[in-house]
């Protein structure tokens, strides 16, 4: 009964959130009279209501007011730290969760590298959107006039990487929006290159940036190459574990499909 109900609930979308019992039927190709008998306990128990116009289905408040409590009761932390590790073990690097506060990003959560030589972590350290690979994550797929906001502002420059030119600063976020990873080579710190993935919540919008950092001695092409490709998977197992479908993670494809990416 579960599992019916599971399938029954999977086909309703922000694009459908009304269905018919006969259409119901026909998705799941299962007889009109076994679903409608489904749909009734399922909306006797909350989880969905009937238009008593229409009879068409849609979800319940019941269900919503679950899904709610569940999700204030996740720590992104939490969630994340199992795929943060695994980023580490894979890359034999630091990785870091990082977070939007206003116009900055904050690191949350902090894995150190395997190597001798290593990167400090600064968890609970503040960072500048700009010129960072998880903060140009966090910006890329903000809102226009969230961005505008951010770029109106002197674009300082930590060092002589640095991006503080607006309209390079902008090419960046959109080259960061189309290979769907960020990159910051010495561009905060002298000694940090970076690559970052994008967090999703449940619905499809950046919460926070997974990142990989390495010193630039470590820094070739082929280890390049195995940064990129595990930062976007445990990015996209972090937002599937919060909820966010594959539709809203198919920047995820870019690179484990073959496609070339800019990251040389």
Do not use: C
């Amino acid at each position: 009964m579960l599992r019916k109900a599971n399938a029954i609930l999977s086909l309703f979308t922000p694009d459908t959130p009304e269905l018919a019992v006969v259409e119901i039927a026909a998705l799941l190709k299962r007889p009109r009279s076994t679903v409608y008998r489904i749909l009734g306990s399922m909306a006797e128990a909350g989880f969905l209501d009937q238009d008593p116009n229409t009879g068409r289905y849609r979800v319940g408040m019941h269900l919503a007011t679950l899904g709610e409590l569940a999700r204030q009761s996740t720590s992104l932390q939490r969630v994340v730290h199992p795929m943060l590790l695994q980023l580490s073990e894979t890359t034999e690097e630091m990785s870091t969760l990082m977070v939007p506060n206003d116009d900055e990003g904050v690191t949350v959560d902090v894995i150190e590298s395997f190597h001798p030589l290593k990167i400090p972590g600064h968890l609970g350290g503040r960072f500048p959107l700009h010129a960072t690979a998880g903060g140009k994550v966090l910006l890329a797929w903000r809102p226009p006039q969230e961005i505008e906001r951010v770029l109106k502002q002197p674009l300082q420059a930590p060092t002589s990487r640095t991006i503080t030119s607006r309209s390079k600063l902008l090419q960046e976020l959109e080259t960061t929006r189309r290979q769907g990873y960020g990159v910051s080579r010495g561009e905060w710190l002298e000694d940090v290159f970076a690559v970052a993935a994008p967090v999703r919540d449940h619905r499809g919008r950046v919460v926070a940036a997974l990142a990989v950092a390495s010193p630039p001695s470590r820094w070739k092409p082929s280890h390049v190459k195995t940064m990129v490709a595990a930062v976007l998977k445990s990015g996209l197992e972090a937002s599937r574990a919060l909820g966010a479908g594959d539709r809203r993670s198919n920047w995820a494809g870019k690179f484990v499909s073959g496609r070339r990416s800019s990251w040389r």
